[in-house]
C-alpha cells in the first residue's frame, strides 16, 4: 500500500460522529490545527442510521396510530399505511441518500481538515490512517481523541452467524415495511423499530432474553411498554432463550424455549460493542477486550489521549457524546482547567408510544447505592389532561426521592409526550431542587406535565 506521508496536527479526532464533530469543530474554531479521521460518514451514526432516521419513521407510524384513535374520539377515520414517504424522507432529507458531504463542508469550513480514512492509534501520539491508495501518518502535537462509537453486538446463538439477518443499518433503509418481523432484543432500539413497523402493517414478534423489557429502566416502564405492544397486537415475549436461527427460501426460522417463530425478516438489536483492538487501543496499554476506554473526568484516557461517546459507556446517546465533546474540548483548551463531567442528571429517552423518558437513579439503583429512598407515582391516565386524553394515555411518572437530602435523585416519565414532560424534572435533578420547592410551584393545568404534581403529593414513605 502507498505510503502517502507524514502530516503532523494539534489534535487528530478518530471518528467523527456527533461526539467526534461536536469536538473537532470547536477546537477548529478556536483556531487549533485540527485532523478530522472518519471511516464512513461525518455525523456518524445518529444522522444516517439512528436518531433521525427512526425519529422519522416513529412519526409515521405515531401518525397512523392517532388515526386509528379518530373512532373513539372524533367519528371515522381509516389509515391506508404506506411506508413509501417514510423511506423518501430518510432517503431524501434525514440523509440526503446518505452523502455526508454537507458536513464534511461545515468542518472545512470551521477550519479543519479531513480525512476519509481508518484510524489506528501508534502510541499517544501518532495515528496511522488507512485511506483509499495509501496509508499516512498523522503526529499529534497536542492529543488524539478517540470518538469511534460502537458497532452491533450479535450475540452467540447458533446459526446468527450464517443468516442475513437486520440491524439497524438494513432497517432504516427499509424502502418497504417487511411481512413480518422477528426483533430480538427489548431494548430502546429494538422497540421503537417493533413499534413502528407493526402500526406500518407488519407482524412483529420481540424476543427479549431478561425478564422485562427496558431492562435498566424502572420495572413499570418495561411492564407499561410491554401491556401496549401486546395490545396493538406485537407478540412479545421476555424471559425467552434462543437456542438456534436459520434461514431458508420461506425467510427466518427462530427456535426458542418458548416455541418458534417464523419472520420474513430478523432484527438484531442486542446492543452494541467498541472495537478497540481494531482502534489500536493496546498500544497505549490499554485492555482491548474491554466493554468500553475508561476515562476520568475530563475524557482523559492517558496523557494526550482523550476518548468521547459511546466508546466510553458512560450512555449510549448523541446528547451523552455531544456533552462529553464539550467537556474534552475545554480540558484540551484550557489545559486542564475545564469543568469535569457529572452523570446525575442524564436523560434517556425511548422513543415507543408510550414515549419513556427517564432521569437520574432508578429505585433500585438509588437502594443498591445505599440512599434512603422516597417513592411517588401518578398514573397518567388518571391525572386530568390524562383522563381528557383517553385514547393513548398510557402512562405514569415516578420520583425518586432522597429522603435525607429531600431532594429528587430520579424520575422517570412515560406517556404522551413523556420524553418532553421529563424536561422539568431533568432540571429538579440536576438542579438538586428542594422538593419542597418543587411542591411550592405552580403547574399548569391541566398539562401532562402538571402529574409531576400529583407523583410529588403521592410521595411516601418506601422502606
Ligand atoms: C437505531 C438507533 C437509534 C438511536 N436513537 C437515538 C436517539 O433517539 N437519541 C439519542 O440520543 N441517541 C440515539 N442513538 C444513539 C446514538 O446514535 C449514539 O449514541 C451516537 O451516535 C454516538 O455518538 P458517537 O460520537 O459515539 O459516535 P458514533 O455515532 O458511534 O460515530 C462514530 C464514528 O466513528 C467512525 N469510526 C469508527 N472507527 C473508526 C476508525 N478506526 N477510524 C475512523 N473512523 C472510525 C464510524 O464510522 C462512525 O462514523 C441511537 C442509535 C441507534 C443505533
Same mark, same amino acid.
Request: contains cysteine.
Given at each position: 500500500?502507498?505510503?502517502?506521508?507524514t502530516?503532523?496536527?494539534?489534535v487528530?479526532?478518530?471518528?467523527?460522529?456527533?461526539?467526534?464533530?461536536?469536538?473537532?469543530g470547536? =477546537?477548529?474554531?478556536?483556531?487549533?490545527d485540527?485532523?478530522?479521521?472518519?471511516?464512513?460518514?461525518?455525523?456518524?451514526e445518529?444522522?444516517?442510521?439512528?436518531? /433521525?432516521?427512526?425519529?422519522?419513521m416513529?412519526?409515521?407510524s405515531?401518525?397512523?396510530?392517532?388515526?386509528r384513535?379518530?373512532?373513539?374520539?372524533?367519528?371515522?377515520?381509516?389509515?391506508?399505511?404506506?411506508?413509501?414517504?417514510?423511506?423518501?424522507?430518510?432517503?431524501?432529507?434525514?440523509?440526503?441518500d446518505?452523502?455526508?458531504?454537507?458536513?464534511?463542508?461545515r468542518?472545512?469550513?470551521?477550519?479543519?481538515r479531513?480525512?476519509?480514512?481508518?484510524?489506528?492509534?501508534?502510541?499517544?501520539?501518532?495515528?496511522?490512517?488507512?485511506?483509499?491508495?495509501?496509508?499516512?501518518?498523522?503526529?499529534?502535537r497536542?492529543?488524539?481523541?478517540?470518538?469511534?462509537?460502537?458497532?452491533?453486538?450479535?450475540?452467540?446463538?447458533?446459526?446468527?452467524?450464517?443468516?442475513?439477518?437486520?440491524?439497524?443499518?438494513?432497517?432504516?433503509?427499509?424502502?418497504?415495511?417487511?411481512?413480518?418481523?422477528?426483533?430480538?432484543?427489548?431494548?430502546?432500539?429494538?422497540?421503537?423499530?417493533?413499534?413502528?413497523?407493526?402500526?406500518?402493517?407488519?407482524?412483529?414478534?420481540?424476543?427479549e432474553?431478561q425478564?422485562?423489557?427496558?431492562?435498566?429502566?424502572?420495572p413499570?416502564?418495561?411492564?407499561?411498554?410491554?401491556?401496549?405492544?401486546?395490545?396493538e397486537?406485537?407478540?412479545?415475549?421476555?424471559?425467552?432463550?434462543?437456542?438456534?436461527?436459520?434461514h431458508?427460501?420461506?425467510?427466518?426460522a427462530?427456535?426458542?424455549?418458548?416455541?418458534?417463530?417464523?419472520?420474513?425478516?430478523?432484527l438484531?438489536?442486542?446492543g452494541?460493542?467498541?472495537d478497540?483492538?481494531?482502534?489500536?487501543?493496546?498500544?497505549?496499554?490499554?485492555?482491548?477486550?474491554?466493554r468500553a /476506554?475508561?476515562?476520568?473526568?475530563?475524557?482523559?484516557?492517558?496523557?494526550?489521549?482523550?476518548?468521547?461517546?459511546?466508546?466510553?459507556?458512560?450512555?449510549?446517546?448523541?446528547?451523552?457524546?455531544?456533552?462529553?465533546?464539550? /467537556?474534552?474540548?475545554?480540558?484540551?483548551?484550557?489545559?486542564?482547567?475545564?469543568?469535569?463531567?457529572?452523570?446525575?442528571?442524564?436523560?434517556?429517552?425511548?422513543?415507543t408510544?408510550?414515549?419513556v423518558?427517564a432521569?437520574g =437513579?432508578?429505585?433500585?439503583?438509588a437502594?443498591?447505592?445505599?440512599?434512603?429512598?422516597?417513592?411517588?407515582?401518578?398514573?397518567?391516565?388518571?391525572?386530568?389532561r390524562?383522563?381528557?386524553?383517553?385514547?393513548?394515555?398510557?402512562?405514569?411518572?415516578?420520583?425518586?426521592?432522597?429522603?435525607?437530602?429531600?431532594?429528587l435523585?430520579?424520575?422517570?416519565?412515560?406517556?404522551?409526550?413523556?420524553?418532553?414532560v421529563?424536561?422539568?424534572?431533568?432540571?429538579?435533578?440536576?438542579?438538586r431542587?428542594?422538593?419542597?420547592v418543587?411542591?411550592s410551584? /405552580?403547574?399548569?393545568?391541566?398539562?401532562f406535565?402538571?402529574?409531576?404534581e400529583?407523583?410529588?403529593?403521592d410521595l411516601?414513605?418506601?422502606?
Open positions: 500500500m502507498a505510503d502517502t506521508g502530516d503532523t496536527a494539534d487528530v479526532v478518530v471518528g467523527m460522529g456527533p461526539g467526534g464533530e461536536a469536538l473537532a470547536s =477546537l477548529a474554531g478556536a483556531g487549533m485540527v485532523v478530522g479521521v472518519e471511516a464512513a460518514l461525518v455525523g456518524g445518529c444522522p444516517y442510521w439512528g436518531c /433521525i432516521p427512526t425519529k422519522m416513529v412519526r409515521a405515531d401518525a397512523l396510530a392517532e388515526t384513535r379518530v373512532p373513539e374520539l372524533a367519528g371515522t377515520a381509516e389509515a391506508f399505511p404506506d411506508f413509501a414517504p417514510v423511506a423518501r424522507r430518510i432517503r431524501d432529507e434525514a440523509t440526503t446518505w452523502d455526508d458531504t454537507a458536513a464534511v463542508d468542518f472545512l469550513g470551521q477550519g479543519g479531513f480525512v476519509r480514512g481508518t484510524g489506528r492509534l501508534e502510541g499517544a501520539d501518532t495515528v496511522r490512517v488507512r485511506e483509499e491508495g495509501g496509508e499516512r501518518l498523522i503526529r499529534a497536542t492529543g488524539v481523541v478517540v470518538a469511534a462509537g460502537t458497532v452491533p453486538f450479535a450475540p452467540p446463538i447458533p446459526g446468527l452467524d450464517r443468516v442475513p439477518y437486520w440491524t439497524n443499518r438494513d432497517a432504516v433503509r427499509a424502502e418497504k415495511a417487511p411481512g413480518s418481523l422477528c426483533v430480538i432484543g427489548g431494548g430502546p432500539i429494538g422497540l421503537e423499530f417493533a413499534q413502528a413497523f407493526a402500526r406500518f402493517g407488519t407482524r412483529v414478534s420481540v424476543l432474553a425478564d422485562r423489557l427496558l431492562g435498566p429502566e424502572e413499570e416502564s418495561g411492564e407499561l411498554v410491554a401491556g401496549v405492544l401486546s395490545r397486537g406485537l407478540d412479545v415475549r421476555t424471559g425467552v432463550r434462543i437456542t438456534g436461527v436459520a431458508g427460501p420461506g425467510g427466518f427462530v427456535e426458542t424455549d418458548h416455541g418458534r417463530i417464523e419472520a420474513e425478516r430478523l438484531v438489536a442486542t452494541r460493542r467498541p478497540l483492538e481494531g482502534l489500536g487501543l493496546a498500544s497505549i496499554g490499554l485492555d482491548t477486550s474491554a /476506554i475508561p476515562v476520568d473526568e475530563r475524557m482523559r484516557v492517558a496523557p494526550g489521549v482523550w476518548a468521547l461517546g459511546d466508546i466510553v459507556g458512560r450512555g449510549e446517546f448523541t446528547h451523552v457524546s455531544v456533552y462529553q465533546a464539550r /467537556i474534552a474540548a475545554q480540558d484540551i483548551l484550557t489545559g486542564g482547567e475545564g469543568p469535569v463531567a457529572d452523570y446525575r442528571a442524564l436523560p434517556r429517552v425511548t422513543f408510544d408510550p414515549e423518558g432521569v =437513579l432508578t429505585e433500585d439503583r437502594r443498591e447505592q445505599g440512599v434512603r429512598v422516597r417513592t411517588g407515582t401518578a398514573q397518567v391516565p388518571s391525572t386530568a390524562g383522563w381528557i386524553h383517553e385514547a393513548g394515555n398510557d402512562g405514569f411518572i415516578k420520583l425518586v426521592e432522597d429522603r435525607d437530602a429531600g431532594v435523585v430520579g424520575a422517570t416519565s412515560a406517556g404522551p409526550n413523556g420524553g418532553e421529563l424536561g422539568a424534572l431533568s432540571v429538579a435533578v440536576h438542579a431542587t428542594a422538593v419542597e418543587l411542591r410551584m /405552580i403547574y399548569a393545568y391541566p398539562t406535565h402538571r402529574g409531576i400529583d407523583a410529588l403529593n411516601v414513605s418506601g422502606d
